[in-house]
Every structure is written in C-alpha cells, then in structure tokens.
Nanobody, 115 residues
Framework: QVQLVESGGGLVQPGGSLRLSCKASGSIFGIVRMGWYRQAPGKQRELVAVILAGGVTNYADSVKGRFAISTDNAKNTMYLQMNSLKPEDTAVYYC?????????WGQGTQVTVSS
C-alpha cells in the first residue's frame, strides 16, 4: 500500500504561483508513473502532468510552459510548480502513483485562482 498526502493548495490571484507537494509513504517500490490530475466543478478529472520512472515528463497542452512536475526521491515527494496561474486552473488537484497493478490517489488539494 502507498499513502499519498497533498499540500500546498490555496487561493491565489491570476498570474500568481503555487507549489503543490505530494508526500508518499508505505510500499514505495515499482512505481512506473507519477502524476498530477485535476477536477473542476462539473468536469471530468483530467491529467495535468506526468513523470515516468525514467524521468520523462509530459504535460497537458493547457499548462505547458507554466507548470513543472518534479520529484525529490530522498524525501519521497513529488511537486507541481504552477506559475502564471489562470482562473481556469481552479480545481481540486490530486496526485497519483501507479505501480504495475495498483493505482494510488491522494485526497486532493483545492486550488482557487481568483481576484
């Protein structure tokens, strides 16, 4: 089992920045993919950014050039640096760790971009 705890969400003005963290604990081995998803009210959950075991990253078109995913293996923590935030980035953000046969999710952290 893997436990994931997100933090770092909050209220920010348009153009501002936030850094989300996802702290992992438990049986952290065989992770093939880690990622951030988000879900806005009335919308389906969507992939924001992903990092594969080999370090390759991929981003949704809507966040390319503004968001950056990274990991600190020594701290068992994944980050999402979000810059130039827009109102349409408002959502609950979830982190996800994927092993070969299991998927783990955090509880979510709210990000609200508003003036």
């Amino acid at each position: 089992q893997v436990q994931l705890v997100e933090s770092g969400g909050g209220l920010v003005q348009p153009g501002g920045s936030l850094r989300l963290s996802c702290k992992a604990s438990g049986s952290i081995f065989g992770i093939v993919r880690m990622g951030w998803y988000r879900q806005a009210p009335g919308k389906q959950r969507e992939l924001v950014a992903v990092i594969l075991a080999g370090g390759v990253t991929n981003y949704a078109d809507s966040v390319k050039g503004r968001f950056a995913i990274s990991t600190d293996n020594a701290k068992n923590t994944m980050y999402l640096q979000m810059n130039s935030l827009k109102p349409e980035d408002t959502a609950v953000y979830y982190c996800n760790f994927r092993q070969l046969t299991s998927d783990y999710w955090g509880q979510g952290t709210q990000v609200t971009v508003s003036s």
